[in-house]
């Protein structure tokens, strides 16, 4: 599975971006899909996570109630709408892709496939 990110950039401080992430290779369908982020000097952590029918979602507890993941099966993409932004939200954000879909598996960044990033940069 091929992974493209877009919409990322700079935003302020209590505003909102929407990345997107364009599949193709594989039948995206089949595929858990979601968002990690790495901050310069820290380790990349799980943002969120969404399975194979939309269901099955889960997200890390400083972006709960301010992000959102969905995805779009007819035009293989995933999207991560992140609203009330903060400083520390700041990071380059990889879309992921992985046949199982396991929470456990998402949380300690056990995925099949990666994307290139995008950078996410909130300003105070």
């Known amino acids: 599975v091929r992974l493209v990110e877009s919409g990322g950039g700079p935003a302020q401080a209590g505003g909102s971006l929407r990345l997107s992430c364009a599949a193709s290779?594989?039948?995206?369908?089949?595929?858990?899909v979601g968002w990690f982020r790495q901050a310069p000097g820290k380790e990349r952590e799980f943002v969120a996570v969404?399975?194979?029918?939309?269901?099955?979602?889960d997200y890390r507890d400083s972006v709960k109630g301010r992000f959102a993941i969905s995805r779009d099966n007819a035009k293989n993409t995933v999207y991560l709408q992140m609203n009330s932004l903060k400083p520390e939200d700041t990071a380059v954000y990889y879309c992921?892709?992985?046949?199982?879909?396991?929470?456990?598996?998402?949380?300690?960044?056990?995925?099949?496939?990666w994307g290139q990033g995008t950078q996410v940069t909130v300003s105070s």
């Open positions: 992921a892709a992985d046949r199982y879909g396991l929470v456990v598996r998402w949380r300690i960044g056990r995925v099949d496939y």
């Open positions: 290779g594989r039948t995206f369908s089949n595929y858990a």
């Open positions: 969404i399975g194979q029918s939309g269901g099955n979602i």
